[in-house]
């Protein structure tokens, strides 16, 4: 096992490990004492799930969120730098995307501190992947505005990019706040525009659907207690 920074991936949901990681996995993890993770708590039991006889308490971790210093980050890689691997830990998919743990690596990086990144479930990469959109061009962008008028000028804004620069456009929202995202969408796009909606990618109840925005209309499911990503294409 090279020293190194690990970035590895978690499960989405209470999708079994070995569905969605590979044994190498769990060699890696095993063999690292010191965590970067984004919550303590969701680390702690990622790793029971990965080994039941893990012992927990033999491991430091070093919490990390929009609140934690630059200085802070660089200080949690004293380890590495004395020779001792880390992995960084998110609270779902893979570390450093859509996700603080970036941040960890940026520093890392400047550090000349060698980086690996592991196999694992990307929600973004998936939701593409079962789209059928533009997988050679795509971009994320996370939230979109709360605010009514900034989000329909968004909406518009995004879908102008699809059919000028023929890219895919994906977003996600709060589940509290899907089914008003989806009426946004419905209401601000093309009628031929198409709409993917996807949810619990890699867990039971899995829905990847895609359709134009015409067909949406009037056929749309309850999406108001489930993480969704929302992809649009021409």
Request: positive net charge; hydrophobic residues 40%.
């Amino acid at each position: 096992m090279e020293i190194a920074l690990y970035l590895l991936p978690v499960t989405l949901g209470e999708t079994p490990v070995e569905k969605v990681l590979p044994s190498y996995n769990k060699e890696i993890i095993l063999g690292i004492k010191h965590f970067i993770v984004e919550d303590v708590r969701s680390a702690r039991r990622f790793l029971k799930k990965v080994d039941r006889g893990i012992d927990i308490d033999a491991l430091t971790f070093y919490p990390l969120n929009k609140y934690t210093s630059s200085e802070d980050i660089s200080n949690y890689l004293n380890p590495l730098v004395g020779g001792q691997s880390m992995g960084v830990i998110s609270e779902a998919g893979c570390p450093a995307v859509a996700d603080p743990g970036a941040d960890v690596v940026a520093i890392a990086q400047r550090k000349n501190l060698k980086v690996v990144p592991l196999v694992g479930p990307s929600s973004i990469i998936m939701s593409v992947m079962g789209s059928g959109f533009n997988g050679q061009s795509f971009a994320f962008h996370g939230y979109l505005p709360i605010d009514p008028a900034e989000r329909a000028k968004r909406i518009k804004m995004l879908e102008q990019r699809v059919y000028a620069e023929d890219q895919t456009q994906l977003f996600i929202e709060t589940p509290y706040r899907n089914n008003k995202m989806v009426e946004d969408i419905l209401r601000n796009c093309r009628p031929h525009t198409k709409l993917c909606i996807a949810a619990h990618i890699t867990c039971e109840g899995e829905y990847i659907k895609t359709k134009t925005v015409k067909d949406w209309h009037g056929k749309l499911p309850d999406l108001s207690k489930i993480p969704c990503i929302f992809l649009i294409y021409k």
